[in-house]
């Protein structure tokens, strides 16, 4: 292994062109005759459009053209879907409304697209689109997802009766209330999990480029996962056909989910590249990302935890009710379901477990997987209640864990999941000792003689990452597989370029992806190239998402190694007249085991491409190509300890420690899994201290800049203490189980359990503002 494989505290070498200014984003891009999109924008969350009247915009500077909906459809661009088929428990397939990406006779949220202008400048395009006049009809609009199925509720599409896309099922009910009937303790928890608006550095952003003469289109968009893009927008949206297409994603600055997704803005900046005859290219402003990104979260929960007399579980039972905005986006369906109620049991030995999920349209913004997706909601739910069970029992929240861990593996749970390994009690003990969990009450007692109320609050997380095996997946609704990619390419002169499906927006996957051939080969990072992100240079590939970039994308990239090793080392003794089995590759040379003999791999590669003395009928050339569908999800798990002080003057919260302990089995980079962890706590603890998306009674968005949504900051934050432990996963070659969601997953709960503890009682819901503190601390019942 060289210094620079796995293992390996590598710096990110893709860094040095993000911290110099030369990395090269969406908003980059210039191509001849480019000329700019301006989108006009539905004030109402909820009317019917009487009239549109361009005249007057056609007519001033600058500009090329205005589209409507009407023409759109008259070309015959398709609806928006939803790309992962639910069906209810009575069996009828989920209400799937329809999404056009400009609006024809009606808009549903505050930030509907309903016409685009292009024109010469942005300024000139948004001069225009202001002079656009649209006349509307205002009807009752509703926010709120448990309202939105009230009686008297407006009605958002006709497909949909009653505002219900699908009521969903999984588990055993009538085995889960049983168990609680004989539980000998019940805890009860109505939870509400907040909406959050994704908020990347980089807003989304589209340039669409139609080539009359070769009847082309190029599309480079901030995309997690270019080539379903180019799937859908062919194969469901009728933009192009597939080998008419060309979609590519450069450097994206951060994605957390929000930029999985295919949106309008792609689909008309093509549309209208072809309609004008110029390349168009569309930006978004921050508060267009507010309102028209999609937004995560958004559920109102009701539990039902059982315990026997020991103290052990015997029945979880939950009810969600999930609010999906105005439509159903491309993930949408899956996420409040297969990756959050398949969670529901935790780390948790429990027997019995019912979810119920309702999914509701209301007059928002479409809200789909957000870091973490459907995992950190299933964690809030679990550790949530099992503190405030602990609290309940009179028992330590820690030891009420422990003695109900799984503690033997493989596990299957009453809800789908079979996990293949882990070690809960590691992590949860190694937490408590980094905390000094049982110095506890000292610092108490000390933070009461100044004043401040302290308080200390765990979470043990478990997530399901690498969605798959793509056949299960299949039955399960997914309208795509969840396979992966690679393809090793060794050139002439022995530099290595590996091109992959997954898709690199802040992971680092240019130094992981090279250490790992560092690893096998032993050739130095700088000569192994990464890439990814265009689907005319890419084989098809499924992007990146779900934590599956180490443990899918990686994994294709192993088998492509294999196949490459195999090859050169055949090559090599050849060359060598030796024995291929006693062949072994080692910093940058392969040798005759047991002698001096060897032949550096440049030599190799050259003799590859040479011809000239290769064994008899084998093909020049050293390039591999591989697919890999895992068999099973992974499972990186942890337990996460927050330690608070509250000035019961303001209502002001400071973290004063923050330990977290994750398994996340075999590590690539240990730096950049700690950046990782990182990353996702503060958003984690942005969730539970700040952010939330707030929309008042007629639908209007009070949460649309960074005036009114409160982004955690350098001084809301400690220094993290951050450690691992290693079961290595048995699913995958190397062990790996996915990091980048861990810290968004874990790190809520135990915030607002370390805050409830502090106060007493649970009157509090997220985020914990100072303002809702303060009053919790005058209102709130003890507990």
């Not at 072809?274 to 990104?293: N, Q, Y």
């Not at 039955?475 to 992959?500: F, M, P």
Request: hydrophobic letters at 40%; aromatic letters at 8%.
């Amino acid at each position: 292994m060289g210094i620079e494989g796995i293992g390996a505290r590598v710096a990110r070498k893709e860094d040095k062109r993000f911290i110099t200014g030369a990395g090269r984003y969406v908003d980059d891009m210039v191509v001849p005759g480019m000329k700019h999109a301006a989108f006009v924008r539905s004030p109402h969350a909820h009317a019917d459009i009487k009239k549109i009247d361009v005249k007057a915009a056609e007519a001033m500077p600058g500009v090329i053209g205005v589209l409507t909906g009407k023409q759109l459809k008259a070309d015959g661009i398709g609806n928006l879907i939803c790309g992962w088929m639910i069906h209810s428990k009575d069996g009828s397939p989920m209400k799937m409304g329809a999404w056009s990406p400009l609006a024809v006779d009606r808009v549903r949220y505050v930030g509907d697209a309903v016409v685009v202008v292009v024109a010469e400048t942005k300024g000139q395009a948004r001069d225009a689109a202001e002079a656009v006049e649209i006349t509307y009809k205002e009807l009752k609009s509703v926010s709120d997802a448990v309202e939105a199925l009230g009686k008297g509720a407006p009605q958002l599409h006709p497909e949909a009766d009653g505002n219900l896309i699908f009521d969903w099922g999984i588990g055993d009910a009538a085995a889960t209330d049983a168990a609680l009937k004989t539980a000998a303790h019940i805890t009860r928890v109505n939870i509400v999990n907040n909406r959050l608006v994704p908020n990347a550095m980089e807003p989304r952003a589209a340039l669409g480029h139609y080539d009359k003469a070769e009847d082309h289109y190029t599309c480079w968009t901030t995309s997690q996962n270019p080539h379903v893009a180019r799937l859908v927008m062919s194969a469901f949206y009728n933009v192009a056909p597939e080998n008419k297409l060309r979609v590519i994603a450069p450097d994206v600055g951060g994605g957390f989910g929000s930029k999985i997704y295919i949106y309008p803005e792609e689909i008309v900046c093509l549309w209208a590249s072809k309609k004008t005859g110029v390349p168009v290219k569309w930006v978004a402003d921050r508060t267009e990302s507010f309102l028209t990104d999609a937004h995560g979260r958004d559920h109102h929960t009701t539990v039902e935890m059982g315990f026997d007399k020991n103290n052990k579980i015997v029945g979880l039972k939950v009810d969600t009710i999930a609010n999906l905005g105005a439509y159903m986006s491309l993930f949408s369906s899956a996420t409040p379901t297969y990756l959050y109620a398949t969670l529901l049991s935790g780390q948790y030995n429990i027997p019995a477990i019912y979810g119920n999920v309702r999914t509701v349209y209301t007059n928002t913004a479409p809200v789909d997987a957000y870091r973490g997706a459907g995992r950190p909601e299933a964690t809030y739910v679990l550790e949530r209640t099992m503190e405030i069970a602990a609290r309940e029992l009179g028992v330590s929240p820690a030891e009420l864990r422990r003695s109900n861990f799984v503690t033997a593996f493989p596990h299957q749970t009453p809800v789908i999941m079979c996990y293949d390994a882990g070690d809960y009690g590691t992590s949860l003990d190694a937490a408590m000792k980094q905390a000094d969990y049982a110095g506890f009450a000292k610092r108490k007692a000390a933070a009461a003689k100044k004043g401040k109320l302290r308080g200390i609050g765990m979470s043990c997380y478990i997530e399901a990452c690498g969605i798959a095996p793509s056949a299960a997946v299949g039955s399960l609704g997914a309208g795509v597989g969840l396979w992966e990619s690679a393809e090793v390419r060794v050139n002439a002169v022995g530099t290595i370029e590996v091109l992959t499906g997954s898709h690199s927006h802040g992971q680092g996957h240019e130094t992981t992806f090279a250490q790992l051939v560092n690893s096998r080969f032993g050739v130095p990072l700088d000569s192994v190239s990464i890439v990814h992100g265009d689907t005319d240079k890419v084989q098809m590939g499924m992007g990146t998402y779900g934590s599956r970039s180490g443990a899918v994308g990686m994994s294709a990239i192993v088998k492509a190694l294999d196949k490459v090793e195999a090859k050169a080392k055949k090559i090599a003794a050849h060359l060598l007249e030796a024995d291929e089995g006693d062949i072994v590759i080692e910093n940058g040379q392969l040798k005759v085991a047991g002698t001096d003999k060897n032949v550096p791999w440049f030599q190799m590669a050259l003799a590859a491409y040479t011809a000239h003395n290769l064994p008899q009928g084998m093909e020049p050339g050293l390039k591999e190509t591989a697919f890999y569908d895992p068999s099973n999800f992974t499972f990186p798990a942890g337990c996460y300890i927050c330690e608070v002080e509250i000035d019961p003057e303001t209502g002001k919260t400071d973290i004063v420690q923050f330990v977290a302990a994750d398994d996340f089995g075999n590590i690539i980079n240990p730096m950049i899994v700690e950046g990782q962890v990182h990353g996702g706590i503060a958003q984690g603890v942005g969730q539970a201290l700040l952010e939330g998306a707030i929309y008042d009674g007629s639908g209007q968005l009070l949460t649309a800049s960074y005036m009114d949504y409160t982004m955690p900051r350098a001084d809301d934050l400690p220094s993290f203490q951050i450690s691992t432990s290693n079961t290595p996963c048995p699913g995958n070659p190397l062990g790996i189980k996915g990091c980048g969601e861990a810290g968004a997953i874990g790190s809520p709960p135990a915030v607002i359990n370390a805050i409830t503890d502090a106060l007493g009682h649970e009157n509090l819901t997220m985020p914990a503002t100072p303002q809702k503190v303060w009053a919790a601390l005058r209102g709130g019942s003890k507990h």
